[in-house]
């Protein structure tokens, strides 16, 4: 009993250290970039429609917007996403990037 107690609170350390962890290295799908706002803001809609569960993050670097889809913490689960994007949007890339734990894990 001594040591199953030890064990159980060593394992508990561990997934409280790992719960505060909120990014991890990953991949995510680049949908736009170029310096028009309206275009990018269209292409999120797009993808908002299609793909309701992936997370759009817009951001804008004077002059230009980039837009980026997911957290995917697997290069094979953003690639099963990115054939389906890049049907849709032919400018679409696969790229590594910093995710949300957090929200990697929601995405099915």
């Given at each position: 009993?001594?040591?199953?107690?030890?064990?159980?609170?060593?394992?508990?350390?561990?997934?409280?250290?790992?719960?505060?962890?909120?990014?991890?290295?990953?991949?995510?799908?680049?949908?736009?970039?170029?310096?028009?706002?309206?275009?990018?803001?269209?292409?999120?809609?797009?993808?908002?429609?299609?793909?309701p569960e992936l997370a759009p993050y817009l951001s804008y670097n004077q002059p230009t917007y980039k837009l980026k889809v997911g957290d995917f913490m697997r290069r094979i689960d953003a690639e099963r996403y990115f054939g389906q994007i890049k049907q849709l949007i032919s400018s679409a890339m696969l790229l590594p990037d910093k995710i949300d734990v957090h929200r990697s894990l929601s995405i099915k």
């Open positions: 009993m001594h040591i199953n107690r030890k064990v159980d609170d060593q394992l508990s350390v561990i997934g409280d250290k790992n719960r505060s962890i909120r990014y991890a290295p990953g991949f995510r799908i680049q949908i736009y970039v170029g310096n028009e706002r309206l275009r990018a803001e269209n292409a999120k809609m797009q993808i908002n429609q299609n793909f």
